[in-house]
Nanobody, 117 residues
């Protein structure tokens, strides 16, 4: 059974930085992509950043130029470096790993990121 464990969230002032990490335990076969989602209070969950198994990346427009996703396929680990944080980045951030067999993917428990103004 695959389990994802996130770390690195916390409270930071606007303009600050955080680095989120997500490590997967268990075997992952035929990786499709590793992703970070977020959900702010009273808002729908949204895809923040994605990195495909071949390395291509995609970002939510609101975070382009500020966030960087990276991954280590061999270690089944994915990171999200967040710079120039804004109060509107405040949300619970979720790690998600998709495989070709399980397209909805595996989910972490979420880590809170709070950006104060």
């Amino acid at each position: 059974q695959v389990q994802l464990v996130e770390s690195g969230g916390g409270l930071v002032q606007a303009g600050g930085s955080l680095r989120l990490s997500c490590a997967a335990s268990g075997s992952i076969f035929r990786l499709h992509s590793m992703n970070w989602y977020r959900q702010a209070p009273e808002k729908q969950r949204e895809l923040v950043a994605s990195i495909a198994s071949a390395g291509g990346t995609n970002y939510l427009d609101a975070v382009k130029g500020r966030f960087t996703i990276s991954g280590d396929n061999a270690k089944n680990t994915v990171y999200l470096r967040m710079n120039s944080l804004k109060p509107e980045d405040t949300a619970i951030y979720y790690c998600n790993i998709k495989t070709f067999a399980k397209r909805d993917g595996y989910w972490g428990q979420g880590t809170q990121v709070t950006v104060s103004s």
